[in-house]
């Protein structure tokens, strides 16, 4: 069974960076496409970024686009999510996705938060 | 990039069924059987229900099933039980490797 062990959240400051990984386990970390999706409290879900299997591919929403970077590294078993220009709009817990067309397993998510 | 419309709550007596909609467009529901449906309780993280329109994985009730006609999708959920009152998410892929996922509902249980 998939197992998504998110971390690296905290309070970062507006216009501050924060990276948030994801150990994963239980399947072939390298077979699989995957994605971050963040949930503001109180809200609904919102993809936020994908990748693809070998990391050739990476994939933004419009919202974070230019200011996040989704990365893997398949050696490590490990997913990554690095925050530039965070906004007080990107607060949220981010959770850790597997699959490409659509969401196999998650994560429990890791919080961030974006305040002065 | 906008979001799937579901309807805000829907409700149901234990042992009716309940269906919740999920509408969206030609570029992601109605262009792919890529639609999946998420059951999140507060707190909690969600889980897939449904795949690929109407898959079920292991481990999920019968109870639960999906269909999609043209840009809208559906989830069905027959025979409901206390433990079904949870948020419902829907998803469909929308090319170019993007997800968008639905607005969500809140299913209670009367």
């Known amino acids: 069974e998939a197992q998504l062990l998110e971390s690296g959240g905290g309070l970062v400051q507006p216009g501050g960076s924060l990276r948030v990984s994801c150990a994963a386990s239980?399947?072939?970390?390298?077979?699989?496409?995957m994605n971050w999706v963040r949930q503001a409290q109180g809200k609904g879900l919102e993809w936020v970024s994908g990748?693809?299997?070998?990391?050739?591919?990476?994939y933004y929403a419009d919202s974070v686009k230019g200011r996040f970077t989704i990365s893997r590294d398949n050696s490590n078993n490990t997913l990554y999510l690095q925050m530039n220009s965070l906004r007080a709009e990107d607060t949220a817990l981010y959770y850790c996705?597997?699959?490409?067309?659509?969401?196999?397993?998650w994560g429990q998510g890791t919080l961030v938060t974006v305040s002065s | 990039q906008s979001a799937l419309t579901q309807p805000p709550s829907a409700s149901g007596s234990p042992g009716q069924s309940v269906t919740i909609s999920c509408t969206g467009t030609?570029?992601?529901?109605?262009?792919?059987?890529?639609v999946s449906w998420y059951q999140q309780y507060p707190g909690k993280a969600p889980k897939v229900m449904i795949y690929?329109?109407?898959k079920r994985p292991s481990g999920v009730p019968d109870r639960f099933s999906g269909s999609k006609s043209g840009n809208t999708a559906s989830l069905t959920v027959s025979g409901l039980q206390a433990e079904d009152e949870a948020d419902y998410y829907c998803?469909?892929?929308?090319?170019?490797?993007?997800?968008?996922f639905g607005t969500g509902t809140r299913v209670t249980v009367l």
């Open positions: 690929e329109v109407s």
């Open positions: 990748i693809s299997s070998s990391g050739a591919g990476t």
């Open positions: 998803s469909s892929y929308a090319g170019s490797n993007n997800l968008v």
């Open positions: 239980g399947f072939t970390f390298s077979s699989y496409g």
């Open positions: 030609s570029s992601d529901v109605g262009g792919y059987n890529y």
């Open positions: 996705a597997k699959g490409q067309t659509s969401v196999k397993s």
